[in-house]
């Protein structure tokens, strides 16, 4: 199993970012994907999360400013990134679960850093 992340760089503030998060190994269109976010010093928090179903939720800090979506054929998620603040600089993780299996995948983060 392998979730590859991609799309992270540096970005002012104000900026958009695209994140990808490709996955092979797995029946992804089972998998409920989610992306959480890691900051120095901080613990990860979830970022987006969307279920096999489409449902989608957000953690309070991007509500508004984040959008997650998923795309079966490819199997990829993505959060697409848009006016981007400072505190949004961390490491973003994939993660790929799907709870009947007690299957739990992350892939290996992508360094998102927004300054100017």
């Known amino acids: 199993v392998q979730l590859v992340e991609s799309g992270g760089g540096l970005v002012q503030p104000g900026g958009s970012l695209r994140l990808s998060c490709a996955a092979s190994g797995i029946t992804f269109r089972f998998y409920d994907m989610s992306w959480y976010r890691q900051a120095p010093g901080k613990q990860r928090e979830l970022v987006a999360a969307?279920?096999?179903?489409?449902?989608?939720n957000y953690g309070d800090s991007v509500k508004g400013r984040f959008t997650i979506a998923r795309d079966n054929a490819k199997n990829t998620a993505y959060l697409q990134m848009n006016s981007l603040k400072p505190e949004d600089t961390a490491v973003y993780y994939c993660?790929?679960?799907?709870?009947?299996?007690?299957?739990?995948?992350w892939g290996q983060g992508t360094q998102v850093t927004v300054s100017s």
């Open positions: 969307i279920t096999n179903g489409g449902i989608t």
């Open positions: 993660n790929s679960i799907r709870r009947e299996l007690r299957a739990d995948y």
